[in-house]
């Protein structure tokens, strides 16, 4: 319900006019009894309405504490909550529309899922534990084993496999560019990232210090790294440049060696590189080795080539279904966790006697997928989650 309203300080005169918003419980984020004002937004007039509040015994809120009482009262679980943090600090759409699935819910309904499937299959080897009279035949473990693996270790297995992906949506990641002076490395960083951010010259060594720049490539956030040209040199300035440029390739997340498709004394690269590229493409198209992509930062030629052969290096991956992309590293250990259990309980499937070890290795597996949402005494993680969240929300 919104209300037209006028504020008052303690001597009676008008702070603000603007909208009081009731929410009744459980009809609000928190699920509690929620007044929402909402003024006219001026710094001066909100630091006067906040005082006032606080002179009437109102007091600010806890980092993240809106989402932690959402939690607490059941409006939302622990995935959910870590998504309103990973909404905020997205930094690509892509990220965001990730961010906005496991908002709504999709990701825990898939952790909701391995654990009903990891229930049922428990039950069958507690029922074997309740009848040890009962003959098992071996054909009932087979089928049991065929059901766990196709139900939950290889489900379990994809989404590990996007962690590498999911994180970096978030977190981003370091790409550097590589290869001796005049090659291209600058008009390479001005290409990809569609601004004239870096110094272009037929001068070797324009470029002393690393130059950093942010793009995107199939929505990862990435900072692009220009550096010195690799070459021995006299020069003490050029020298720490070309230091500082094996610095930033050894600290990077990838690396692409950039060569001249004109200069074969080009071609021959020091480091272990994860892209190796050719460059100047459209001056010279042949005679070079098969193991480079082909491009022409002038041109546009190949960039969209690279920029697929980066997100590949950057872990993206296909998925049918990108709501179980696991974008956090608690996830990612859980999952881990989880799969450890459920193979390890797996050993001792198949023998009798050591049945009450498979059940209590799959109860903990249920126990750590169980963790992801909530479930269970996660009060310390709680306190890890929220302590992340910006003040308030």
């Known amino acids: 319900m919104a209300t037209l309203s006028s504020w ?51 007091r600010p809120a806890e980092p993240g504490e809106f989402t932690r009482r959402a939690v607490e009262n059941g ?13 905020i600090d997205a930094a690509t759409v892509r990220a965001g529309k990730q961010a906005q699935r496991q908002l709504q819910g999709a990701f825990g309904e898939h952790i909701e899922q391995l654990m009903q499937r990891l ?3 428990v039950a069958h080897v507690e ?18 084993a065929e059901e766990m693996q196709q139900q939950l270790i290889l489900p379990i297995q994809a989404m590990l496999d996007s962690a590498p992906l999911g994180e970096r949506l978030f977190d981003g990641a370091t790409v550097a560019i590589i290869g001796a002076p005049n090659v291209g490395k600058s008009s390479l960083l001005n290409a990809l990232s569609g601004r004239d951010r870096a110094i272009v010259s037929n001068i070797p060594g324009t470029t002393r210090d690393v130059l950093e ?56 690269c020091r480091f272990d590189a994860d892209i190796y590229l050719m460059n100047k493409v459209d001056l010279q198209h042949d005679g070079f080795p098969g193991h480079f992509i082909t491009v022409s930062a002038a041109s546009g ?15 993206d991956i296909e998925m049918a279904d990108e709501s179980m992309i ?10 881990a966790d989880a799969l450890l259990c459920i193979e390890t309980g797996m050993s001792t499937l198949h023998v009798e006697e050591q049945l009450e070890i498979t059940a209590m290795q799959w109860r903990h597996a249920w126990s750590a997928l169980g963790g992801i949402l909530g479930i269970g005494d996660v009060e310390y993680i709680l306190d890890r989650i929220f302590s992340e969240f910006c003040i308030g929300k």
């Open 8 to 58: 008052f300080d303690s001597e009676g005169d008008t702070l603000d006019q603007g909208l009081s918003l009731y929410f009744p419980a459980p009809h609000s984020y928190t699920g509690e009894h929620t007044v929402e004002l909402q003024g006219h937004g001026g710094p001066v007039l909100l630091r006067a309405l906040l005082e006032r509040l606080f002179a009437l015994g109102c």
């Open 75 to 87: 409006k939302m679980d622990l995935a959910q909550a870590e998504a309103v943090a990973a909404c």
């Open 119 to 121: 229930t049922s299959l």
């Open 127 to 144: 029922a074997s534990l309740d009848f040890p009279e009962e003959e098992i035949p071996a054909l009932f473990f087979e089928h049991l």
């Open 213 to 268: 720049v942010d793009f995107e490539v199939h929505g990862i956030p990435v900072r692009l790294a220009d550096t010195a040209g690799l070459r021995v040199s006299e020069d003490v300035i050029e020298q720490e440049g070309v230091r500082r440029a094996e610095q930033t390739a050894a600290q990077a997340d990838a690396t692409i060696f950039v060569a001249d498709a004109t200069n074969p004394d080009t071609w021959i």
């Open 301 to 315: 030629e190949g960039l969209q080539d690279l920029k697929d052969c980066l997100a590949s290096c950057l872990g």
């Open 326 to 335: 696991v974008t956090r590293e608690r996830h990612r250990q859980s999952l």
